[in-house]
T-cell receptor
Framework: AQSVTQLDSQVPVFEEAPVELRCNYS??????LFWYVQYPNQGLQLLLK??????LVKGINGFEAEFNKSQTSFHLRKPSVHISDTAEYFC??????????????FGTGTKLQVIP | NAGVTQTPKFQVLKTGQSMTLQCAQD?????MYWYRQDPGMGLRLIYY???????DKGEVPNGYNVSRLNKREFSLRLESAAPSQTSVYFC?????????????FGPGTRLLVL
């Protein structure tokens, strides 16, 4: 079984300050990792993903995340946040089940509130 | 190219009523999904369809049925709505077998069951 833990349900941060949103996962097989962002009253959209290769992944809007296999983490970071980054962020893990079908599990989300 | 579309956007039902949520994608994806989103619980998978002609239960299938009408369309049916089914429902699609790992989401359907 796989699981995703987002340790912080809400993160307030001042505009132009750095932010880190934490994500830890557990899985018995190799995984792909994703961060999605959800703006108010909208669906989710991909922010960035780790499939293989470099453990530091850069995404849209200046976000980046680092895959740490030993710590089973995939934390999301941005060096300087903007008001427009106010949204809910979801970490997700994808692995193959025994039938070869992908199984995607989402975390419970972290609401980022940027304070002007 | 509309991506993933969902209808309706909003719906209010009385307990015991039935309804069907519609979803369509124009990206030629093989896999489609239905999720529900509830506060503090993230997204939970209700049903998925790995390819046209197949459907499987997800994490919370009770009270729902699905139909993969064709490659484009995947509908979710509530036969007898209950207040516990008040939620926001999202449809998504992807194509992992062709290297498209990203899931593309529709705008959601907000359902209130009284």
């Amino acid at each position: 079984a796989q699981s995703v833990t987002q340790l912080d349900s809400q993160v307030p941060v001042f505009e132009e300050a750095p932010v880190e949103l934490r994500c830890n996962y557990s899985s018995s097989v190799s995984v792909y990792l994703f961060w999605y962002v959800q703006y108010p009253n909208q669906g989710l959209q991909l922010l960035l993903k780790y499939l293989s290769g470099s453990t530091l992944v850069k995404g849209i809007n200046g976000f980046e995340a680092e895959f740490n296999k030993s710590q089973t983490s995939f934390h999301l970071r941005k060096p300087s946040v903007h008001i427009s980054d106010t949204a809910e962020y979801f970490c997700a893990v994808r692995s193959l089940d025994s039938g070869g079908y992908q199984k995607v599990t989402f975390g419970t989300g972290t609401k980022l509130q940027v304070i002007p | 190219n509309a991506g993933v579309t969902q209808t309706p956007k909003f719906q209010v039902l009385k307990t015991g009523q039935s309804m069907t949520l519609q979803c369509a994608q124009d990206m030629n994806h093989n896999s489609m999904y239905w999720y529900r989103q509830d506060p503090g619980m993230g997204l939970r998978l209700i049903y998925y369809s790995a390819s046209e002609g197949t459907t499987d239960k997800g994490e919370v299938p009770n009270g729902y049925n699905v139909s993969r009408l064709n490659k484009r369309e995947f509908s979710l049916r509530l036969e007898s709505a209950a207040p516990s089914q008040t939620s926001v429902y999202f449809c998504a699609s992807s194509d992992p077998l062709r290297g498209q790992e990203t899931q593309y989401f529709g705008p959601g359907t907000r359902l209130l069951v009284l």
